[in-house]
């Protein structure tokens, strides 16, 4: 017979293990630690399709004429007080091309040798103008095929060498939902913002002991361990529920630090830069920009308000300001950011000021270990003659898959492609980032951290909708009452 006590505990073990995951956790030091002995990825997606051609914009030759016949009305300036930012190689030679004028954290960044850009990079075995299908490719990490079941950030977190069962949080995605790229992963976390991540449903006064409680008194959240105590498949992800709750809480997250630029996506990457610095073990992260859909309105540069002009600034200053607190603290070395969008604008401005779904597209490489400064892949030019086999668009002319994977094999020693990428073999090093040789051991405990064993994981994560274990926590709460 079912008592109320064990229905309470699968209650909440179902709406906490939904919501967040991980066998390994464990309580680590608030103080930040020394520069990581492991790699970190960021996977950046700017969803609804960058337009890619005014922000990585041709600035002269014969392309800079095809760009300014394309786009009369839409095109960013090649010189001038709102125009193009060159991109000059390190020999100081120019590339043809410049940055937009609102993205000058992002040239700071190329100057400095940290920033490298592939050209007409995307879905090359795959064409499709469907935000959702092009989405979901790139995030399952196979182009024309939707039934894998996993992510592709998963799979190389469940094949990824040198972990050892001490990483509290080797992945973690910073949105409200599960990422479709960590579909499947029980080690991943996922969390909108630490200060929001906690079981706060029912009466404020129950949730957990505060100051002027009671002597003794203990909360919902403090007593929800002693529930599950055994090891049904049930428990055991409320224990890693549980155990995930009080990493977060036990890590001094903070508000955004003075100098950087405001709003959620600031946040989100300051939230990953703290996870990096507090020493989490983490070894993958991902989070969208979202807003890139500009069919009408887009706008170009210059004073008044222009959409793109400040969607390039929000996503310019935030990664400059990311990858400035990971100097400062050692850590940039070890964290290379992948910026994609899951294709390109058309090359021709539309009717209405904007532009519609293309093809290719730039991808931004960001990071200490980036041999920056430089442009990868191939470019076929804004001829109308070279264009019209793809009807108008740049065409793509590097698997996006081909990028990630030299990210994979050369900085995290992960050279396992075929379960990352199941049915690609187009890899081949373009010499993107240096080779991080053999990975340092992840870093131990230190002498005195409460550590979490291992739990066996018998049933994927799922993605829920995100307030289902408010929802589930409420009526739990009601019973209780």
Known sequence: MTTRRDFLKGTCATAAATAVAGPSLLFANPALAAANGHDTVVHLFL???????????????????????????????????????????????????????????????????????????GLLTSVTRSHFDAQLYIDLGTPGAQGIGSGWMARAMNTQPGLDGSERVPALGVAARQPAGLLSSVQALTMASPSDFALNAG??????????????????????????????????GGQRADRALQVIATQSYSALPAGWPTGTFAQQLWTIAQSIQFDLGLRYATLDLGGWDTHDGQGTA??????????????????SAFHAALEASGHAGRVTVVVQSEFGRRVRANANGGTDHGYGNPVLV???????????????????????????????????????????????????????FPGYSGYAPMGIVRDVGALAPAPKPAPGVRRFGAAPVTAPATAQEPDLMQRLMRYVQELVD
Request: glycine content about 14%.
């Open 47 to 121: 969803r609804g399709g960058l337009d890619g051609l005014n922000l990585v914009v041709p600035i002269d030759g014969a392309d800079r004429t095809f760009y300014e016949q394309a786009r009369p009305n839409l095109a960013i300036a090649a010189t001038g007080a709102y125009g193009a930012l060159p991109l000059t190689l390190a020999s100081g030679g120019g590339t043809g091309f410049g940055l937009h004028p609102s993205a000058s954290g992002l040239r700071d960044l190329w100057v400095s040798g940290r920033m490298a850009i592939v050209h007409a990079c």
């Open 203 to 236: 009466a404020w006064s129950w949730q957990m002991a505060r100051a002027g409680a009671p002597t003794g008194f203990r909360g919902v959240n403090e007593t929800l361990s002693d529930l599950w105590g055994r090891t049904s498949p049930l428990e055991l």
């Open 302 to 319: 210059g004073s008044g308000y222009h959409y793109y002009q400040n969607k390039i600034a929000e996503l310019s200053q935030a990664l």
């Open 366 to 420: 960001l990071g200490g270990a980036v041999n920056g400064r430089r442009f990868y892949g191939s470019w076929s030019g804004l001829d109308p003659e070279i264009l019209s086999p793809h009807f108008g668009d740049v065409p793509v002319t590097t698997d996006h898959r081909q990028v990630l994977s030299e990210l994979l094999v050369k900085r995290m020693g992960n050279s396992n492609l075929a379960t990352v």
